[in-house]
């Protein structure tokens, strides 16, 4: 408000004297070029080579004061400086104003560095975060974050080509963990470069943060005896694996209690024939940093025991229906799987071709399943059964069949009658000649009727 009035009593003032135009003083403000750290105060001398200066000031959306002045200068404070902003001093002089401008810069030196390794531990081979931010800190435009590992530069980022407001004063990178990354130190480096600014260089780095990687490879799962006769005790073991630290629990399924961490977990078993193809299976978990990390491995475990014949899978009494298609029904077992073999009245009987079930196939028919650790034999009645479900179908099946041959032959008859007439009245007729001439124009005969009736 108070500029504005001064300006226009400048302006008014212009109009009487237009010849003092030409008169040349200089306006110019001190100090010309300000860098100040956010929040601080800022003194300014406006001042000028007119000998008899008229209205003057400067012009700021800053908080001013005016601390001192002399004939040709005034000295303003400026408080609570927190933006980039221009400034604008001006003189009067004969009626002419003139002004001159001070940029302001504000600069923030980067004071607390923050560093963050995510996760602090972390399973070799997988990927590690390292973040790095400076929570209050200007122009970002000079600033440059470097990330370290020990005294190695991992990466560097600056951020005077990026559009300033979106960014963070943060850097971001993913890397993987290496086993010699273990107990390594990372930090984190700002440098505030203000010299182009007319000021200096500065300096922050983070505290050390020391990274852990930890191997957690599978437990090791073993099984004394991979292929046990049944019968047999084995011991079921599972344990950590040397890579692993710190020590992972150890839980083996079906062992009654889990052990301390480290200890090997395992579980005496006495194989039995339905324990083959069983799984096994370990698990081992490691809580580092509050975070559970599971690994697990399995195992199948193979009895071996002799071929069994069951009446469930080997019936003893089969009866089949009479003619329809059938098969032994008669499956072994036993690890290693045993071969089968049949025999009927001393013959090997095909045990893979289904076979058309006649009254002949009724018997006893003795099977024997063999494998590496011994054999078992069985004997099967087998039961035809004729005509109890089949009958009326089959009585059916004739008489529809006995009628089409009764249909057909009538047919036939009638269509031949002409023919078997000529046949038979030729041959008596030529008796008397020669056989050869008869037996000739009956078969020509006979050829014609064949012919006509095609
Ligand atoms: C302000 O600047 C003028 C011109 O350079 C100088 O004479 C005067 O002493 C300065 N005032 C202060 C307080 O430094
Ligand atoms: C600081 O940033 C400005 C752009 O805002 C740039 O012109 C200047 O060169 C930078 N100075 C340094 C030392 O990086
Ligand atoms: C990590 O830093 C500590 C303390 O600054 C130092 O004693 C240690 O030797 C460093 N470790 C490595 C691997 O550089
Ligand atoms: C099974 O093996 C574990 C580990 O080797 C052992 O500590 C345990 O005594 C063994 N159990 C038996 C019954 O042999
Ligand atoms: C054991 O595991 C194998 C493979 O993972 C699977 O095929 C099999 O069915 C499992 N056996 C049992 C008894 O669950
Ligand atoms: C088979 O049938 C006969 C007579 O019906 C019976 O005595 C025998 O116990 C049966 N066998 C089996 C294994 O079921
Ligand atoms: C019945 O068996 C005998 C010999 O055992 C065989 O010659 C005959 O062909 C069989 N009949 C049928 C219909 O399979």
């Given at each position: ?306 071929p069994?014949l ?28 045993p071969t089968l073999v049949c025999t ?22 003795c099977c024997t399943a063999t494998?590496?650790?011994?054999s078992v034999s069985k ?76």
């Amino acid at each position: 408000m108070e500029m504005l009035l001064f300006r226009v009593w400048a302006l008014l003032a212009l109009i009487p004297f237009p010849g003092a135009a030409e008169e040349i003083f200089e306006v110019s403000v001190w100090p010309d070029q300000a860098l100040v750290k956010l929040g601080q105060s800022l003194m300014v001398n406006c001042s000028t080579t007119c000998p008899d200066p008229g209205p003057s000031g400067i012009e700021t959306f800053l908080k001013k004061t005016q601390v001192d002045k002399g004939p040709q200068w005034k000295e303003f404070l400026l408080e609570d400086v927190t933006e980039n902003s221009v400034l604008q001093c001006f003189f009067s002089c004969a009626g002419i104003q003139k002004d001159t401008s001070l940029g302001i810069t504000v600069y923030q030196p980067p004071e607390q560095v923050i560093l963050e390794l995510q996760p602090s531990w972390v399973a070799m081979g997988e990927a590690l975060t390292v973040k790095c931010h400076v929570p209050r800190v200007v122009p970002l435009e000079n600033l440059s974050l470097t990330l370290l590992q020990g005294n190695q530069e991992l990466h560097r980022k600056n951020f005077m080509s990026l559009a300033v407001a979106s960014q963070r004063a943060e850097v971001t990178i993913h890397v993987k963990a290496q086993r010699e990354d273990d107990r390594c130190n990372f930090s984190c480096h700002a440098e505030l470069d203000l010299s182009s600014h007319g000021g200096g260089l500065f300096h922050s780095s983070s505290d050390i943060k020391v990274l852990r990687i930890f191997g957690f490879p599978p437990p090791i799962l073993e099984i004394e005896e991979l292929y046990p006769l049944a019968g047999r005790d084995i011991n079921v073991t599972c344990s950590g694996h040397v890579l692993t630290s710190p020590s992972p629990t150890l839980r083996l399924k079906g062992a009654p209690d889990t052990p301390a961490p480290g200890e090997t977990a395992w579980l005496l078993l006495t194989t039995r024939e339905e324990d083959n193809g069983r799984n096994f299976s370990c698990e081992a978990s490691l809580e580092v940093q509050g975070q559970r990390l599971i690994k697990t491995t399995a195992m199948q475990l193979h009895v071996l025991y002799k071929p069994r014949l069951e009446e469930s899978d080997c019936p003893g009494n089969q009866t089949w229906v009479k003619g329809t298609e059938q098969m032994l029904t008669c499956v072994p077992k036993g690890n290693p799987t045993p071969t089968l073999v049949c025999t009927w009245n001393g013959v090997i009987f095909n045990l893979d071709v289904p076979q058309k079930a006649t009254q002949n196939h009724t018997g006893t028919y003795c099977c024997t399943a063999t494998n590496q650790l011994g054999s078992v034999s069985k004997d099967i009645a087998v039961l035809v059964q004729g005509l109890d479900e089949g009958i009326s179908s089959t009585i059916f099946i004739i008489i529809i069949v006995a009628l089409g041959v009764g249909v057909v032959t009538i047919a036939l008859y009638l269509n031949y009658k002409p023919c078997k007439i000529e046949r038979r009245k030729l041959p008596y007729r030529q008796k008397e000649k020669n056989n050869e001439e008869e037996s000739q124009f009956a078969v020509q005969r006979g050829e014609k009727c064949n012919a006509h009736n095609c």
